[in-house]
């Protein structure tokens, strides 16, 4: 059991019934960092991801944050954000495209740049596979530049998704609790058998009538005995 001491005033969860706590914040950066660790945290008794984090679940902790913390779910989900940032990218690309050609041809036609042909004109004439090489170390490095943006971004909402989830879970358990109704739909309620309830009625009503008819050809007997006292006294 992997352990988190949480920070005063913060929220911490639980699977029912036992007292293996974690910090809500910390089990959510993990999830969305090392998912893999969620489900070894109590030893593989409980599926979390899928429980409380689970878009079908009717105990996801998701349906709790609105349509803000739907957003922030599917930018961390797959490859949205990438695609989203590599659209942002482009876009300031289109945008500043006027401005990046005046630069380009001003620093072609440049002293500055021309004075330096000794220094990159080796370069220029390189063989093929130096040029393979020396684009394709390029292209890690935009690689690697790209990467360390998502990186900073998806931090940056991993934190605000874990704000939410601090704010909109609602505490179940302690002072200024609300009823859980997500761990009180976990427990589930005997189903009762209307037909086996018809049954015992009818063998109620059979029980009493049969006793309604004793009891009716009791008195008939009854009766019948003292008239034949009463014929007998006359004699």
């Known amino acids: ?56 679940s009717e105990y996801s902790m998701l349906q709790h944050v609105g349509f803000q913390g739907f957003l ?7 490859p ?43 370069f220029v004439h390189a063989a093929l596979p130096l040029k393979l090489f020396l684009a394709q170390y390029s292209w890690k490095v935009l690689e690697q530049g790209f990467g360390h943006v998502e990186h900073i971004i998806r931090e940056r909402i991993i934190e605000w998704e874990c704000q939410m989830l601090e704010q909109c879970v609602p505490v179940t358990v302690g002072p200024g609790s609300e009823p859980p109704a997500v761990l009180t739909a976990a427990i589930k309620e005997p189903q009762i058998d209307e037909t086996l309830i018809s049954d015992l009625i009818n063998d109620e009503e059979d029980e009493r009538v049969d006793e309604l008819v004793s009891s009716i050809v009791k008195t008939d007997e009854d009766d019948d005995d003292d008239e034949d006292d009463e014929d007998d006294d006359d004699d």
Do not use: C
């Open 80 to 122: 949205f954000l990438k695609i989203l940032l590599s659209g942002a990218i482009l876009a300031a690309f289109l945008v500043f495209l006027p401005v990046i050609e005046y630069v380009t041809n001003r620093l072609l036609v440049s002293g500055f740049l021309w004075m330096q042909w000794p220094t990159w004109a080796r």
């Open 1 to 56: 059991m992997i352990s988190f001491d949480a920070e005063p005033n913060t929220k911490v969860v639980a699977p029912i019934d036992t007292d293996k706590w974690i910090s809500l914040t910390a089990l959510n950066r993990m999830r969305r960092t090392d998912p893999s660790k969620v489900e070894n945290m109590w030893h593989n008794q409980y599926t979390i991801l899928e429980s409380w984090f689970g878009e079908n």
């Open 72 to 78: 922030l779910s599917l930018l961390l989900k797959g």
